[in-house]
């Protein structure tokens, strides 16, 4: 059995560049684009630890983003079917939880390290380099997307499941 | 052995990337001969491409590589150098419009780099790689620098049949957690 998160991962990440959107060129929207998908995979693959548990939550739905877009003031008016489609792969914790670790780099040291051996990763030495070390570029390129205090309603939304994993995580490994 | 366009179990990730650096090079030689708009757009198109090509192959590739055979740090270190290097002359262009008189000499410059980058990888890493790692990981790799670089849903969710209905602010997260535990607990009750 295989359960690809992959939409999910996309669509929660497109959500987070958008409402967070650099204000540069071509090359900053896709560094701030990486960040966040980055960010957005360990978020996932920290709520959906098991092939089940994504299994789950790809049939049952990852819930969409209307509530993310109400809490952004984002007045989406009469949205066409398309963008309507991916915002129904938006998941809401997972975007909080992702938008956490933008924001703090000792949460994503932690998160990353809590992921090192999870299903997903198929068995291979994944690094998320671009989320933990981020360089000069990726810095300017998501400058709001990494702002703790623009982020911290977001952030806020599901902070306490988030620290509780991790937590939960550190003392079984212990 | 067959090479599938578009993925699939037996994927070889070193094919994947090798026709990625294809569309690399295709899209330099596009930013070359459009002009105006034409030229503004290409020129994005390949910011994305390679953007999210290197970013795929420092998550998946070059870790695996580190450790698939000696001398791999050295290999991945210098690869890595030259991405950087890239991404600093990637950024100057980014900042240029295409009718600049600079812009051209430097795209050139870039691709020079980029290609000789993308060679350095086939001939130095790839193929070490690919010698020393089993089909099944080269495939794992490829299913993995494909998540990497996916894009979002054209289509909603099956479960979500209108717009209104993700207008309805359910708690669809709670429900997916109690779904969970119901199964954990149903599974654990077996043990
Ligand atoms: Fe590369
Ligand atoms: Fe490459």
């Known amino acids: 059995m295989s359960a690809d998160l992959s939409p999910l991962i996309a669509a929660t990440a497109q959500w987070l ?22 960010a957005v995979t360990v978020a996932a693959w920290l709520r959906y630890p098991t092939v089940l548990d994504a299994g789950l939550v790809m049939v049952a739905g990852p819930g969409g983003s209307a509530r993310l877009d109400w809490l952004a003031g ?5 949205t066409d079917e398309a963008d309507h489609a991916w915002r129904t792969w938006v998941d809401e914790a997972v975007a909080s939880w992702a938008a956490a670790l933008l924001s703090d780099r000792r949460l994503a040291a932690a998160a990353v390290a809590a992921v090192g051996d999870s299903d997903h990763a198929l068995g291979l030495p994944v690094e998320f380099r671009r989320l933990t070390a981020p360089d000069a570029h990726d810095g300017r390129a998501a400058p709001l997307l990494r702002h703790p205090d623009l982020v911290a309603s977001l952030a806020g939304l599901h902070r306490a499941e988030l620290l509780g994993r991790l937590d939960a995580g550190h003392e079984h490994a212990a | ?26 899209l330099f030689e596009q930013v070359e001969t459009a ?25 998946v590739v070059h870790p695996t590589a580190r450790r698939a055979f000696p001398g791999g740090d050295r290999v991945v270190d210098d690869r890595l150098r030259e991405e950087r290097e890239a991404k600093e002359v990637l950024s100057e262009l980014d900042g240029m419009d295409v009718d600049d008189p600079d812009f051209m000499p430097t795209l050139r410059a870039l691709r020079d780099d980029v290609l000789a980058h993308a060679d350095s990888e086939e ?32 289509h909603p969710h099956p479960g979500v049949e209108s717009a209104t209905k993700n207008l309805v602010l359910g708690p669809v997260t709670a429900l997916v957690d109690r779904a ?4 954990r607990k149903a599974m654990g009750d077996r043990h």
């Not at chain 2, 993925?7 to 569309?23: I, M, P, S, W």
């Not at chain 2, 002009?35 to 998550?59: D, I, Y």
């Not at chain 2, 890493?125 to 979002?152: C, D, G, H």
């Open chain 2, 35 to 59: 002009e105006g708009e034409g030229r503004r757009e290409a020129f994005r198109k390949l910011v994305r491409m390679l953007a999210v090509h290197e970013t795929a192959e420092e998550e």
């Open chain 1, 17 to 38: 560049t958008r409402a967070y959107a650099p204000g540069g060129g071509a090359l900053d929207s896709v560094l701030a684009g990486a960040q966040a998908r980055q």
């Open chain 2, 180 to 183: 969970r535990d119901a199964v």
């Open chain 1, 74 to 78: 984002a007045d989406l008016g009469e």
């Open chain 2, 1 to 26: 052995m067959a090479e599938r366009a578009h993925g699939g179990a037996d994927e070889n990730v070193v094919t994947l990337l090798k026709e990625q650096h294809r569309q690399i090079r295709e």
């Open chain 2, 123 to 154: 001939r130095l890493e790839f193929s070490r790689l690919q010698e020393e790692t089993e089909p099944r990981m080269l495939a794992r790799m490829a299913k993995a620098v494909r998540a990497a670089e996916a894009v979002a849903p054209t």
